[in-house]
């Protein structure tokens, strides 16, 4: 009727751009796949800004229960416990390497012999085909993730016993710097491209079988973890981190982060 008598019509509502800063946090072996997430997101939604730093997958699960963050990312599986305080969504998987110096000749290791290495009963490269006579080992610190999947895979269900000499490193930086400083040195860190394209280490094959991304997603290469970007169950999504999360799940989503390594 008001139409009719000449009054304009309000136009319907349309819905707001995509707008704001957001913060994401977790794990590094999952920093990847994230980087390039959020990167697309912003092309789609060009007045989103992101901030994306790497803390760790336990330190991920806290700052999302604690709102500190807006999206969290893990490099591990979700404990049953964790899974009744968070959700995850799955990004894909990585792997943990075998580093050693770029200069030592060793381009393969078996299962046992990790273990008889890490467990202080070989020291010497002389008897793995190698040429140092020390071997130096390093690992992780007990709540980084790339440890979790080396002990779960190299001592099973035992209890991971190491050797006397085996060096502790708390970042992924020390842990590569100290392998380049040693010839005999050996340690683990996140497969993909930042650890292939550092001249100073080398990825090992682990029973003949190579890190690369293709055998991860085949499951040859069975050093190897779950990734997911999570949210907190109680809390009350922001439309944006809501997009996002769809995004993440789309088919371009998961393509782009399979890609990401």
Known sequence: ?????????PA?????PLSGTFTASGGGGALPAVQALTARFKELHPNVTWIVSESGSNSAIKLVLSSTVDVGFISRALTDAEKQQVT???????????????????TNLSKEQ????????????????GTEPTIRAY???????TR?????????GSVAT?????????????????INSFRGAVGIASTGSRTASDARVKMIKIDG?????????????????????????????????????????????????????
């Not at 990734?227 to 782009?256: C, D, H, M, W």
């Open 148 to 156: 979790q999947t080396f002990e779960a895979f190299v001592f099973g």
């Open 162 to 178: 190491y050797g006397k000499n085996v060096i502790q490193q708390t970042e992924v930086e020390a842990m590569l710097t100290a």
């Open 114 to 129: 990790l273990r008889q290495i890490y467990a202080g009963e070989v020291t010497s490269w002389l008897d793995l085909g």
């Open 12 to 16: 319907a509502p349309t819905a707001e």
């Open 209 to 261: 079988v190579a890190a690369t991304q293709e055998n991860i997603a085949s499951g040859a290469y069975k050093i190897v973890r779950p990734l997911a970007v999570i949210y907190s169950n109680t809390a009350e999504l922001k439309p944006t981190i809501r997009a996002f999360f769809e995004f993440v799940k789309s088919a371009e989503g998961q393509r782009i982060a399979a890609a990401a390594f």
């Open 88 to 106: 995850g969504i799955p990004i894909g998987f990585n792997g943990t390497a075998v580093v050693v110096n770029a200069a030592n000749p060793v």
């Open 139 to 145: 690992i992780r610190e007990p709540n980084a993730a």
């Open 1 to 9: 009727m008001l139409a009719a008598c000449g009054t304009p019509v």
